[in-house]
C-alpha cells in the first residue's frame, strides 16, 4: 500500500467493483482517507442499477472520505469539477463542459461517471470511471454518446490520472470546507453546458421538458416550466 497526495492507495489487478472493495475496506479502515483502484472490474455498475463497461486501460477508482451522507448532493459537483479540471489541465483548449448531476462531456461526449455509495462508519464513497483509452460505442445499452481521452488527444494513463485528479480533488475539497458550497457552484455553472437553453430531464415518473436556469445551493437542478421555476433532485438530462 502507498500513500499519495494524503490518500492510503490500494490497486488491484481485478475487482468485482471498486465500490464494493471500498465499502469493504471502510468497516475497519485505518487510514482516514483511502482510494481503490483496479486495472478490470467484472461488475462495474452506474447510476440508477446500470451497468459501467470497463474497458481494460481506463481507470476505475473508488474513493473513500468521512462524511455524512447528508453532503452528497455538494460533493457531486466537487467531484465532476475536479474531474474538468484535470482534464483542461492536460488539455488546455480542450471542448470540456458539465452536464447535470454529475457528468463530464468532452466534445459533446460522456468522458467520465460518477456513484456515490454511503458505506459503513459514515464514509462515503465516491466511484469513479474515466474513459482513459476505450469508449463503449453507442448502442441500446447506453443512454449517452460517449468519448474516451486518448480520441480526444489527452496523453495519460489510468494511474498518471488518479495522481493529477487527487490532488485536484483535494484541493477542491479544501475550498469547500473553507468558504462552503458557492464558490464551487459558480465554477460548476460557468462549465455548465445549455444553461438558459431548452432540456429534457427523464427521472423516475416522468421525462419533463424546460428551460435549465441552473442549480441551486443544494445542487438541485432549477428547470423552468411554463414559467415557473421547479427543482428536480434526480434525473437523467438529454438535449
Ligand atoms: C454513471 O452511471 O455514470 C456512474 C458510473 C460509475 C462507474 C464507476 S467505475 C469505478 C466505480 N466502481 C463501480 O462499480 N462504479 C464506479
Redesign the pocket.
Do not use: A, H, V
Given at each position: 500500500m502507498e500513500t499519495i497526495c494524503g490518500w492510503q492507495w490500494s490497486d488491484y489487478d481485478i475487482l468485482s467493483?471498486?465500490?464494493?472493495k471500498a465499502k469493504d475496506m471502510s468497516k475497519n479502515a485505518s487510514a482516514e482517507r483511502f482510494v481503490v483502484t483496479a486495472k478490470q472490474?467484472t461488475?462495474?455498475?452506474?447510476?440508477?442499477g446500470?451497468q459501467?463497461i470497463?474497458r481494460e486501460g481506463n481507470l476505475?477508482?473508488?474513493l473513500a472520505l468521512p462524511l455524512p451522507i447528508a453532503k452528497a448532493g455538494e460533493l457531486i459537483f466537487v467531484v465532476s469539477l475536479a474531474l474538468l479540471e484535470t482534464i483542461r489541465q492536460m488539455k488546455p483548449n480542450i471542448d470540456i463542459n458539465l452536464k447535470w448531476p454529475?457528468?463530464v462531456l468532452v466534445n459533446g461526449g460522456?468522458i467520465s461517471?460518477?456513484?456515490l455509495e454511503k458505506a459503513e462508519g459514515e464514509y462515503i464513497i465516491i466511484?469513479?470511471?474515466v474513459n482513459i483509452v476505450a469508449s463503449p460505442k453507442l448502442d441500446g445499452n447506453l443512454l449517452y454518446q460517449a468519448q474516451s481521452l486518448s480520441d480526444a488527444g489527452v496523453a495519460a494513463d489510468r494511474i498518471s490520472f488518479m495522481k493529477a485528479y487527487l490532488l485536484q480533488f483535494n484541493r477542491n475539497f479544501s475550498l469547500w470546507q473553507e468558504e462552503g458550497f458557492a464558490p464551487l457552484q459558480e465554477q460548476w455553472l460557468k462549465n455548465a453546458c445549455r444553461l438558459n437553453e431548452t432540456i429534457q430531464v427523464r427521472t423516475e415518473k416522468n421525462v419533463r421538458e424546460g428551460i435549465f436556469r441552473g442549480v441551486d445551493d443544494q445542487g438541485m437542478l432549477l428547470l423552468e416550466e411554463q414559467g415557473i421555476i421547479n427543482k428536480i433532485y434526480a434525473g437523467d438530462v438529454f438535449f
Open positions: 467493483s471498486t465500490n464494493d472490474q461488475k462495474g455498475r452506474g447510476r440508477r446500470r459501467w470497463s476505475f477508482m473508488s454529475n457528468d460522456k461517471g460518477i456513484l466511484g469513479i470511471g
